[in-house]
């Protein structure tokens, strides 16, 4: 089958468009709004974009029902501050939880009762259910089209400025994800779970794509 995504004719049940593009990582994003509410959130329009300085995106889509933006991106705007928590298979329903939209002054942390360690760089706190926390700094904000009219899109660049990985997860010198199980997000309501895990070397002469060269600062 073929759909133009302007004419949206894919004559399925679901615009399959979110199945197209999996599995997405989640971000489960910590910010802190001005009134001191801790926020917290999952996205999976959600990557690294660079390694070298560690760089991150996430995609902020439409608003919540209310007809508030989003208190995530509200929250960056404010202060410029986030941090990325990594969803283990364990905290996937505590996750998805925190999804439910409440109003800005009432924190998902709270509500969900998460326990939180504090930042070491940045204010929001990290969730200590998560093994791995990214603290990181808005490097850009990119405004989105939005086909919805009154909705937002918008993309958030960040620099990754520091980053804690428990150490019972860390096998080796290596970070051991059969320990971690990240929770992935597919499309529908469907999720997956990193648990089948194999190596593949590179054609001779390759980089190895963890090895940095030429480094300015090392
Ligand atoms: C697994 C998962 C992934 C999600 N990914 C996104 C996303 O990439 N972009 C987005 O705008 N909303 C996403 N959502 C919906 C937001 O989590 C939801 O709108 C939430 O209420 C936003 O919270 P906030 O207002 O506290 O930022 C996702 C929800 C779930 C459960």
Known sequence: ???????????????????????R??????????????????????NGVA?????????????QPMGNHKDSISNIRKNGEFVVNIVPYSAKDKMNET???LSPNESEVEVSKLETKLSKIVS???????PIHLECK???IIDLPS??????NGMVLGNVVGIHINDDVIDDGKVNLDKI??????????????????????????????????????
């Not at 990582?25 to 959600?46: K, M, Q, R, V």
């Not at 929001?124 to 998560?130: A, G, Q």
């Not at 929770?183 to 089948?196: A, C, E």
């Open 147 to 152: 086909l919805v009219s009154n909705e937002y």
């Open 138 to 140: 808005v490097y850009k």
């Open 181 to 218: 199980k990240p929770l992935s997000r597919l499309g529908y309501l469907d999720y997956s779970v990193v648990d089948n895990i194999f190596e593949m070397h590179r054609p001779e002469g390759s980089p190895r794509p963890d090895q940095v060269k030429n480094r300015k600062d090392t």
């Open 51 to 63: 390694a070298d300085p560690p760089m991150v995106m996430y995609a902020t889509n439409g608003k």
């Open 124 to 130: 929001p706190v990290r969730l200590s259910i998560s």
């Open 1 to 23: 089958m073929f759909y133009e995504t302007a004419k949206n004719n894919h004559g399925l049940k679901y615009n399959p468009f979110k199945s197209c593009i999996v599995p």
């Open 99 to 101: 999804t439910a939209p």
């Open 25 to 46: 990582p989640i971000a489960w994003i910590t910010t802190l709004n001005d009134d001191g509410t801790h926020n917290c959130a999952p996205y999976s329009f959600f």
